[in-house]
């Protein structure tokens, strides 16, 4: 990752955010949530688990439900590379590891850069879209992590395969 860029207009309040790419978007989540990020870990599979649910791994004693954020997403499967990487996020409470295609930057942008999703976004499911970052080269979609997984999917995903 390189050094914190930011980028602001006016004293509006900042967001700082960890940036990442999947599939040919680069999203944000605040770097509050984030607990760490990874190279590829060994993949423990999980029978009956959500398509979406890679499996698991033991990240220094704890057990990690692992999660395919382009299948969550509803984006083409691509095979992972040098570049791909489990970012370790904080969930509802619940910790939980997203597979993202690479990580770019941690980043601050003003709030007031910021506005409500269009309906369709970047063929995401717009309701996993907090808002969306106007930054001067280009466009930053915010993940609202509460949303990524409905009431059932998070029992499905933390009480199912984390007893």
Do not use: W
């Not at 004293?11 to 040919?24: E, I, K, P």
């Not at 999203?27 to 029978?47: A, H, W, Y």
């Not at 040098?82 to 590891?97: A, D, F, P, Q, Y």
């Not at 063929?123 to 979609?141: M, T």
């Amino acid at each position: 990752m390189s050094e914190i860029k930011e980028h602001r207009k006016d004293g509006s309040g900042l967001l700082q955010l960890v940036s990442f790419v999947v599939g040919t978007e680069e999203f944000g989540v605040d770097i509050s949530c984030v607990q760490e990020i990874n190279r590829m870990l060994q993949i423990t599979k999980v029978p009956n688990a959500p398509e979406y649910v890679t499996g698991i791994i033991n990240l220094r004693g704890r057990v990690i439900p692992v999660i395919e954020l382009r299948k969550r997403l509803g984006l083409s499967p691509k095979d992972y590379d040098k570049h791909t990487r489990i970012i370790v996020i904080e969930v509802s409470g619940k910790t939980v590891g997203f597979i993202v295609d690479a990580v770019k930057e941690v980043i601050r942008i003003s709030q007031n850069i910021t506005e409500a999703p269009p309906e369709l976004t970047a063929g995401v499911n717009s309701e996993f879209i907090k808002s969306v970052g106007k930054l001067e080269d280009r466009l930053l979609i915010l993940l609202d992590l509460d949303k990524i997984f409905n009431s059932k999917e998070k029992e499905k995903v933390f009480e199912t395969i984390l007893p």
